[in-house]
């Protein structure tokens, strides 16, 4: 099912947090400009574009951001700025999105930003290398300093004489913590509660077509451990081995693990049982012509699966059906307790398989994947892109890009195809790929998840790719198709969130845990963003540049 250019941008909405919005394509993590119709080109610009030429930038392993010719970039907020009077920005961002506060002004409006998890040697000063049983040292305060520095932000971010700057102590700035109380989405209490405590392992992202954020938990067990069950369906419980925040807060793990939706106008924020728990890498929404959603979500952990919801109320992340792809024979597959008689065998309601999503989905033969990262839906086709990062334990080290093909066309469609889109590796020049993003022309924008205990070793694959990096692969123009790299990161970190403005000219871009293999805080593998401190911090950065304004023209060429 082809969409034309005309009828692309026609979707769009004009997103505002005063007014509702219905982009069909767009309103997922990633997707993120929405632009108004491009302006006709003349002879002589069409023909200079036609000469355009994308420079790939070559792998590096230096200590900085680097970027491509026609790029530059600066830094809008880093860990430890101040938000206001009482809050600062947490630590290692993820998932960023804008959404503006005048549908008519592309340059002033609120950004969110994921804060996945904490490195305690900056946040607390714990080093758990120095110990043999660090979780038997931390403090409390300590272990309060790391549940501050998770969850998000919201900040007030206006363009002025072409840098974006936060309005500090705007009444719209506010913190998202590991201690923020959080409404359970759902009419049945979780381990006797309606309400959690914080948000956490906050990895990737989306928005709402009613103009909330939406940030999802990935990697919970982590924090307070796990509920794992035998073959006789007893329950155990598997303590942290990372942070042991369950040693000072009695938390049950099922509480984390859910997609959480933020609302920006307030603050208060709910967790959606009805999407599954699991490892959440992201939440990428489709609205249907009548109002209902379809949000597609992937589980991020080696021989996991994708999901999706499809909702039956017009609106609802709550009301409707959870289905697991089987990506072998192309079917979504029910996680309906009422109808599936081998879920009834196992579980004892529908809320006991949304918990333990995970077993329902392989109970029915969910297809297991190589780590389902973030998903995009091309807005072109309206084909779904699934980054599958790697899988080591089965020698898949590069990972690739799956496409799903709903069947005629319909997000609420039952059956589909899947395929292969780009595989990594050497040959196409990427490797690991995680977070996507597609312009207002349908170019593909793709950051890479190479770990930091592999990345720049001899005897490692991921060698000839040096720091991690982020790729365009352009769809118009002479090097359609191909995968260029266009900036580099610093030394051990991860390029995150790529997220579009309205006007499609700047791309928001996270740096997330530069120097992270720091084992002596005074001799950090990273100093970057080289400011006062000396040490390596996480921030956000707005990248802009006549590169994105001809990325963003090329589709007239062909058009």
């Known amino acids: 099912m082809a969409y034309s250019r005309r009828k692309f941008i026609s979707f769009l909405g004009k997103a505002s947090i005063g007014a509702a919005i219905v982009p069909p394509?767009?309103?997922?993590?990633?997707?993120?400009?929405?632009?108004?119709?491009?302006?006709?080109?003349?002879?002589?610009?069409?023909?200079?574009?036609?000469?355009?030429?994308?420079?790939?930038?070559?792998?590096?392993?230096?200590?900085?951001?680097?970027?491509?010719?026609?790029?530059?970039?600066?830094?809008?907020?880093?860990?430890?700025?101040?938000?206001?009077?009482?809050?600062?920005?947490?630590?290692?961002?993820?998932?960023?999105?804008?959404?503006?506060?005048?549908?008519?002004?592309?340059?002033?409006?609120?950004?969110?930003?994921?804060?996945?998890?904490?490195?305690?040697?900056?946040?607390?000063?714990?080093n758990y290398r120095d110990y043999e049983n660090p979780l038997e040292h931390i403090t409390l305060e300590q272990v309060d300093k790391e549940?501050?520095?998770?969850?998000?932000?919201?900040?007030?971010?206006?363009?002025?004489?072409?840098?974006?700057?936060?309005?500090?102590?705007?009444?719209?700035?506010?913190?998202?913590?590991?201690?923020?109380?959080?409404?359970?989405?759902?009419?049945?209490?979780?381990?006797?509660?309606?309400?959690?405590?914080?948000?956490?392992?906050?990895?990737?992202?989306?928005?709402?077509?009613?103009?909330?954020?939406?940030?999802?938990?990935?990697?919970?067990?982590?924090?307070?451990?796990?509920?794992?069950y035998d073959e006789n369906n007893i329950a155990s419980k598997i303590p942290s081995n990372y942070y042991g925040w369950e040693n000072f807060y009695d938390y049950p793990p099922e509480h984390y693990g859910w997609v959480v939706e933020i609302n920006p106008q307030d603050g208060t924020a709910q967790k959606h049982i009805a999407l599954g728990r699991f490892a959440h890498e992201c939440c990428t929404l489709y609205e249907l012509e009548d109002k209902r959603v379809v949000a597609y979500t992937g589980d991020d952990s080696n021989n996991e699966h994708l999901y999706k919801?499809?909702?039956?109320?017009?609106?609802?992340?709550?009301?409707?059906?959870?289905?697991?792809?089987?990506?072998?024979?192309?079917?979504?597959?029910?996680?309906?307790?009422?109808?599936?008689?081998?879920?009834?065998?196992?579980?004892?309601?529908?809320?006991?398989?949304?918990?333990?999503?995970?077993?329902?989905?392989?109970?029915?033969?969910?297809?297991?994947?190589n780590r389902p990262e973030d998903i995009e839906i091309d807005p072109i086709t309206g084909n779904i892109f699934v980054s599958l990062t790697n899988n080591k334990s089965k020698n898949d080290f590069h990972g690739s890009i799956l496409k799903i093909e709903e069947t005629n066309g319909a997000f609420d469609a039952l059956t589909f195809k899947a395929?292969?889109?780009?595989?990594?590796?050497?040959?196409?020049?990427?490797?690991?790929?995680?977070?996507?993003?597609f312009d207002q022309s349908g170019n593909l924008w793709i950051t890479s998840d190479m770990s930091g205990s592999w990345?720049?070793?001899?005897?490692?694959?991921?060698?000839?790719?040096?720091?991690?990096?982020?790729?365009?692969?352009?769809?118009?123009?002479?090097?359609?198709?191909?995968?260029?790299?266009?900036?580099?990161?610093?030394?051990?970190?991860?390029?995150?969130?790529?997220?579009?403005?309205?006007?499609?000219?700047?791309?928001?871009?996270?740096?997330?845990?530069?120097?992270?293999?720091?084992?002596?805080i005074n001799n950090p593998t990273s100093k970057w963003p080289f400011d006062e401190d000396n040490i390596p911090k996480p921030a956000v950065v707005a990248i802009t540049g006549d590169l994105i304004e001809k990325m963003n023209k090329l589709n007239q060429i062909e058009g």
């Open 455 to 520: 990345m720049n070793k001899e005897d490692k694959p991921y060698m000839p790719f040096k720091n991690n990096s982020l790729f365009v692969i352009p769809r118009y123009g002479k090097d359609a198709g191909k995968v260029i790299r266009v900036a580099s990161a610093p030394r051990d970190a991860e390029l995150t969130g790529p997220w579009f403005s309205p006007d499609g000219k700047t791309l928001f871009l996270s740096v997330q845990h530069p120097g992270e293999q720091t084992t002596d």
């Open 419 to 437: 395929s292969t889109y780009k595989a990594g590796g050497e040959e196409n020049g990427f490797s690991c790929p995680d977070n996507l993003a």
């Open 25 to 126: 394509f767009l309103i997922s993590c990633g997707n993120t400009s929405t632009p108004a119709e491009t302006k006709a080109l003349s002879n002589d610009e069409l023909k200079k574009l036609k000469s355009f030429v994308l420079e790939a930038l070559p792998a590096s392993d230096k200590d900085d951001l680097l970027l491509t010719k026609g790029l530059d970039y600066h830094t809008i907020i880093k860990w430890g700025d101040k938000i206001s009077n009482e809050d600062t920005f947490g630590f290692n961002n993820d998932f960023t999105c804008f959404i503006p506060l005048d549908k008519n002004n592309p340059k002033d409006g609120l950004l969110w930003v994921n804060h996945e998890y904490i490195n305690s040697l900056y946040i607390a000063g714990f």
């Open 309 to 369: 919801f499809i909702s039956s109320k017009p609106g609802s992340l709550k009301i409707g059906t959870l289905y697991v792809a089987d990506t072998i024979n192309g079917k979504w597959l029910a996680l309906d307790w009422e109808n599936q008689p081998l879920l009834k065998k196992k579980f004892k309601d529908q809320t006991e398989v949304l918990i333990r999503a995970r077993e329902a989905a392989k109970i029915l033969g969910a297809t297991p994947l």
């Open 147 to 228: 549940m501050y520095n998770v969850g998000g932000s919201i900040v007030r971010i206006k363009e002025e004489n072409g840098k974006w700057k936060v309005i500090e102590n705007d009444p719209y700035n506010r913190r998202i913590t590991g201690k923020t109380p959080i409404q359970l989405n759902w009419d049945h209490p979780i381990k006797g509660k309606t309400s959690a405590i914080g948000t956490l392992a906050n990895c990737s992202g989306g928005i709402t077509p009613w103009n909330t954020f939406l940030t999802c938990e990935e990697n919970y067990d982590g924090f307070y451990g796990e509920t794992e």
